[in-house]
């Protein structure tokens, strides 16, 4: 009786709101999914044309990353509003402020991984007599891989945790939840839909860290000296929007 | 663009600055949360971390807890602790979060800056005979410092963007402006509190790296250093 009773009392956490809701959860974790995807798909496809700018002509270098650097200093409730004129409340307005967020880092970490190519590499391609194409896919792109994807994942955890902030136009996925339970003070549903908010970052980082060591075996025979802790706190050293 | 028009026109009108929710206290109070929330999150973040740094240990505390901050979602904390019976302490739900969202940022930059200052030179100047005191004032200090500003500007930048959400869980700020705008449907409004928040992010970056480049206990030796060159 008790736990029926959990949505009159209003606790925090409450079974029976996982039963009876379970399809509005679905429905916003897809949601929520699906933005996150999108914008960092297109977040990836926009930034690597940039990063080979930037490497090509050193001259677009320090305007790219200081457009994209001064983009994710505005706050994200501020980014989505100024896009409201152009999108409407739309859900591509969410994932185009999310794309804008997600080039910094993203710019960042692929330049750093085509310029961390050794020479050696890239002369004895040439040697071979590879064109720029095939020395850019085959030999660059793949040594450029792990700081490329150690890039997706900060970019995808910080846009699951900002997709919320769509909610402010009711496409927040899951953010949509919580910010209709600050209204009706529905504490079960506040809780429920911001844990799974967590475990959805959760979940992609695993997973992307799964493909990052799927996809370059090389990585993990040279794990020397330099303290794991350490290194990947050199790659987080950028903060992320709010 | 309708839109981009009404904005000026909204900020233009000088009834909009005035009173209880008008820009200027709106301001006054987006400024008084961050003020606070950085000074406090830095008093707690910036002698742990250089304390660790220091001695060497919790690489694996800063890079986790920046890995969290990363993954919460601010909104949702916000909202949480509003719910909780902190909720009815006013400002306590908005002033928490923004520590919280603070000290990843710090915690993180002062601890590699210590890391990341030269073996060879901290091995030489316990050659010379310094204690760990003077190692840690003279030589370490020093050279985290711009590692360690960076950590506070990204700190304070996020914490200005945060506030910003706290208007979304009913609190102040200048996001209020923003929200009201929604609720209104009044979108000159809202793009208008939106410029004036973005222009407050990048003012308030900018006065942080000033004021980073004033305060460098370095700034006189690189200075002269360049005019050696």
Request: glycine share 10%.
């Amino acid at each position: 009786m008790a736990q029926q009773n959990c949505l009159v009392t209003n606790d925090w956490i409450c079974g029976e709101y996982l039963r009876t809701r379970s399809q509005e959860l679905i429905d916003a974790t897809l949601q929520h999914v699906g933005i996150t995807l999108a914008s960092v798909a297109i977040g990836l496809a926009i930034s690597l044309p940039l990063a080979l700018l930037a490497r090509r002509w050193r001259f677009l270098a320090g305007p790219i990353l200081g457009v994209t650097t001064v983009l994710y200093t505005v706050p994200s409730l501020a980014m989505f509003s100024l896009l409201l004129p152009f999108f409407g409340l739309s859900v591509s307005l969410v994932v185009t402020g999310l794309v804008l967020y997600s080039l910094t880092v993203l710019v960042r970490n692929i330049l750093a991984g085509l310029q961390a190519v050794p020479d050696e590499a890239r002369d004895a391609a040439k040697g071979m007599g590879y064109g720029p194409l095939r020395l850019l896919w085959e030999v660059e792109l793949p040594l450029a891989l792990p700081a490329l994807l150690a890039g997706v994942r900060i970019t995808t955890v910080s846009t699951v945790a900002l997709t919320t902030v769509g909610a402010i136009v009711d496409y927040g996925g899951l953010g949509t939840l919580i910010l209709d339970g600050l209204d009706t003070t529905f504490k079960a549903q506040v809780l429920t839909a911001s844990v799974l908010c967590v475990l959805l970052a959760i979940v992609a980082d695993v997973l992307l860290l799964g493909l990052q060591r799927w996809l370059t075996p090389w990585t993990r025979v040279h794990r020397i000296r330099t303290s794991r802790a350490d290194r990947e706190a050199a790659v987080a050293k950028v903060a992320e929007p709010a | 663009m309708n839109e981009i028009t009404g904005a000026y026109d909204w900020l233009t009108t000088g009834a909009n600055w005035q009173g209880e929710k008008g820009v200027w206290h709106r301001l006054a109070e987006h400024l008084y949360f961050s003020g606070v929330t950085l000074a406090v999150a830095c008093v707690i973040a910036l002698p742990l971390a250089l304390y660790l740094g220091h001695i060497g240990k919790g690489g694996a505390l800063a890079v986790n807890i920046s890995n969290i901050g990363r993954a919460v979602p601010t909104l949702a904390l916000l909202i949480l602790l509003t719910l909780t019976p902190l909720g009815e302490h006013g400002d306590a739900p908005t002033l928490i979060a923004l520590v919280l969202f603070a000290v990843p940022p710090l915690l993180t930059n002062a601890y590699l800056g210590m890391r990341e200052v030269d073996r060879a030179v901290v091995e030489a100047a316990r050659g010379m005979g310094m204690s760990g005191g003077q190692l840690f004032a003279r030589v370490e200090l020093p050279l985290a410092y711009p590692l360690i500003m960076t950590g506070v500007r990204s700190a304070g930048v996020q914490v200005v963007a945060t506030a910003t959400l706290a208007a979304m869980a009913g609190e102040g700020g200048l996001g209020r402006i923003i929200t009201a705008g929604f609720n209104l449907q009044n979108t000159p409004q809202v793009v208008a509190g939106a410029l004036l928040v973005a222009l407050l992010a990048l003012l308030v970056e900018g006065v942080l790296v000033l004021v980073g480049r004033l305060f460098d206990p370095r700034r006189g030796t690189r200075a002269s250093g360049e005019a050696a060159r």
